[in-house]
């Protein structure tokens, strides 16, 4: 069967083996981490299957199939709909075909609209559109503290104290600017300190929020009328914080970049060593990584939405420009900041046991931000915030060391765009 499907910016599939095998390498070099996985979808001559158990895919009857066909129609529904409708449309297919009006619909459904290039005005960048995400939300070290993201020690005598919001944001803004002056368009998910991607502070969505979701999830009896109460009234901000906030804003943060439709997205975080619980002692390791979306566990995959995820991952088939953007990224990480990425043999069990490796300090791990945004994306984790000179360096001159996480985000996206002379 003759079929000429553009499935990345540079491969185009003219056969339904060309697919096939273009999509199982995907999937096994990017999305797949356990065989497990294995039992949620198929890839085959009929499209790609998404299914919501073993004994379902034994039987044959998938949760929802894409045909080789409609690959550029399932696309554009990703694109143009929002999570809420996706998933209707995920759960209602099963293996009918796309009607000939939902086709027409979809395929006449206007994309959000990307920036338009100039004529020529000597910008590097005029015509793109790159969001950026500065993680964490913390504007003040009490903030800080309710995330558990801050950095508090006594280092050859000083008490040093910082925090990652304040970092990341501090980054994107000087970002934003470079970017800018060559032409991008920029967007960020938030632009001041203690700003959630609400556009509000975390107490005004606790106070504006938290009530309507605590209703609801009583309504459906998926709590007590005391634990709403205790919740609503008496709980800590750190347990609100963690347990209600955070999945709602990284999920606002994924929608507001789908909905701007950027050709990259960079989300800006600090790094830490791991396996610590406060970071009130100085380390001596440091080193730098990257992630890009991927690396699916079977226990990822345990409800239709994430099935989506999944499955819209596979279709848009992003992955080699992540993984170039994001090798673009920890070399300049390497060259900015002088300090190494973290080499492959480490004994970090979340690199070890739930990513996979691409390159050398990249790895495809499957966090909320990475397994929902359509676009591009590079997750930057640049150097070790604890580390005993880092710390002395981000409390005591912070802006310079900050200006060169900043070029170093600059520098990849010039490389990755191929804008550099």
């Not at 999509?23 to 998404?50: C, P, T, W």
């Not at 009234?233 to 963690?242: P, Y």
């Not at 791990?365 to 604890?386: A, F, T, V």
Request: glycine share 4%; hydrophobic share 35%; proline share 4%.
């Amino acid at each position: 069967m003759l079929l000429i499907v553009q499935v990345s910016s540079s491969v185009y599939c003219q056969t339904v083996d060309d697919l096939y095998k273009y999509y199982q390498h995907i999937a096994s070099k990017y999305l797949v981490k356990s065989k497990q996985v294995e039992n949620f979808f198929s890839i085959d001559a009929r499209g790609i299957a998404m299914y919501a158990s073993a004994a379902d895919k034994k039987k044959n009857t998938p949760e929802c199939l894409i045909y080789w066909d409609e690959i550029e129609t399932y696309k554009n529904l990703v694109r143009s709909k929002d999570k809420k409708e996706q998933l209707e449309y995920y759960e209602s297919k099963k293996d009918k075909r796309f009607s000939l009006s939902e086709k027409k619909r979809l395929t006449t459904t206007q994309l959000p609209p990307q920036a338009s290039f100039g004529k020529a005005s000597g910008k590097k960048l005029q015509g793109y559109k790159i969001a950026i995400d500065p993680g964490h939300i913390a504007g003040t070290l009490d903030i800080a503290k309710v995330e558990h993201r801050f950095i508090e020690m006594e280092i050859k005598g000083k008490k040093v104290s910082f925090f990652e919001g304040d970092l990341t944001l501090r980054t994107a803004l000087i970002l934003k600017e470079k970017l800018e002056k060559q032409g991008a368009t920029v967007f960020l998910t938030r632009s001041r300190p203690n700003t959630t991607a609400y556009g509000n502070s975390f107490k005004h969505w606790r106070k504006t929020y938290l009530p309507e979701i605590l209703d609801n999830a009583l309504a459906r009896k998926r709590m007590s009328k005391w634990e709403r109460n205790r919740l609503l009234f008496r709980a800590k901000d750190t347990e609100i914080f963690h347990d209600y906030f955070l999945p709602r804003d990284l999920e606002m943060r994924a929608s507001l970049i789908n909905a701007f439709n950027p050709d990259i997205t960079i989300v800006i975080h600090f790094n830490a060593a791991p396996q610590k619980e406060r970071w009130n002692m100085a380390v001596k390791e440091n080193y730098n990584m990257v992630f890009m979306p991927g690396a699916f566990l079977s226990d990822d995959l345990s409800n239709p939405t994430e099935r989506l995820e999944f499955l819209n991952l596979l279709i848009l088939a992003n992955f080699d420009k992540s993984a170039k953007l994001a090798g673009h990224l920890i070399k300049e990480f390497i060259q900015q900041l002088d300090v190494p990425p973290i080499p492959v043999n480490n004994k970090i069990s979340y690199l070890q046991k739930i990513s996979n490796l691409v390159s050398e300090g990249v790895y495809c791990r499957n966090l909320k931000l990475c397994r929902q945004i359509n676009s591009p994306l590079c997750y930057g984790e640049s150097l070790y915030q604890d580390n005993e000179q880092e710390a002395l360096r981000l409390f005591e001159n912070k802006e310079r060391r900050i200006k060169q996480v900043a070029e170093a985000y600059y520098n990849a996206v010039l490389k990755y765009f191929q804008v550099v002379k």
